[in-house]
């Protein structure tokens, strides 16, 4: 089988990533702002129906929406698998976020991007440099400050938070078998025909379980959550499939590493904007130095230039 080969732009492919991160970092704030009032099959059956709606309608206006006929029977298993696992993402990923806390579930959720680092560079072939492996190395021990005490927090927490912290890491692998099929997928087709397929099955999955009616009951700041949370999926997604086929996946994956800094600084806004709704996360020292290690890592793996293929 062909494998997939991405066009070079790696200046698109680092902007394109660089935006899914900024919003997946904030998302986990908009996600526990509505759960307090949604349960998780109908929240996340409202992300993917509005996301295919949006891009529907857009790729409408543009006479771009794929034919049905395209999907051949490689490519349709292939979306089968992308969009069965996107779902699993999804909904575990809210379920754990439910269970512990946003910090936490950025936390475990990074299993994801690293997966499909390996995967990439195991399916793809796709050659890290020494400076890349340095950077990985540099990476992984930034981690390991940044997160330690919240690492310590899990062997010490309630069965509650334990059970919600394996949903995590079942819904990070999930995602990284999502993303390495996305990314074959765009062999045959563009990221955009791609996504609008994999909203679509993913709403289809979800609507048995939503219960559209408990939406009508938010008050105004929820609803308005809600839909920035549907937005989110839209745009963090189209961006991610986009980078996709400009850029290599290992690199994209180290890149995306950075996510949960977003996420801590967010946190850190929102408690201090709104703290009736956002718990603060004090930073310790030790932290800022591993979140240092973290992006400088990142970004020496996403700026290194690609070893030669074998």
Not at 38 to 43: E, G, I, R
Not at 187 to 195: A, D, Y
């Amino acid at each position: 089988m062909q494998l997939h080969q991405n066009s070079g732009n790696w200046r698109l492919g680092l902007v394109l990533t660089l935006l899914a991160v900024f919003l997946w970092g904030i998302l986990p704030i908009a996600l526990s702002i509505v759960l307090q009032a949604l349960d998780v099959y109908t929240l996340t059956w409202f992300r993917f129906l509005l996301s295919f709606v949006l891009l529907a309608i857009y790729l409408g206006v543009r006479h771009q929406l794929p034919k049905i006929s395209t999907l051949r029977s490689p490519t349709f298993k292939l979306l089968a698998i992308a969009t069965c696992f996107l779902a699993i993402n999804y909904l575990l990923f809210v379920q754990g976020l439910a269970q512990t806390s946003a910090n936490n579930a950025e936390v475990l959720i990074q299993i994801a991007p690293v997966a499909f680092g390996i995967g990439a560079i195991a399916l793809f072939k796709e050659k890290y440099t020494l400076q890349q492996w340095l950077g990985f190395a540099v990476l992984t021990l930034g981690f390991s400050v940044f997160f330690h005490e919240q690492l310590n927090n899990l062997l010490t927490a309630p069965r509650q938070y334990l059970i919600g912290s394996s949903l995590l890491v079942i819904a990070a692998v999930a995602w990284a078998i999502y993303a390495l099929a996305q990314k074959q997928l765009l062999q045959t087709l563009s990221s955009f025909s791609i996504m609008l397929f994999i909203y679509g099955g993913c709403s289809l999955l979800f609507t048995p379980l939503a219960k559209p009616q408990l939406i009508f009951s938010l008050s105004s700041f929820q609803f308005a959550a809600l839909v920035f949370c549907g937005l989110n999926t839209l745009i963090a997604y189209g961006a991610f499939a986009e980078a996709l086929e400009h850029w290599q996946a290992s690199k994209i994956s180290a890149v995306g590493a950075i996510t949960p800094i977003v996420t801590f600084i967010a946190v850190d806004l929102g408690a201090k904007i709104a703290p009736q709704l956002v718990k603060p996360e004090n930073l310790t020292v030790l932290a800022i130095i591993g979140a240092i290690m973290v992006v400088s890592g990142s970004m020496a793996i996403a700026l290194g230039k690609s070893s030669p293929k074998i």
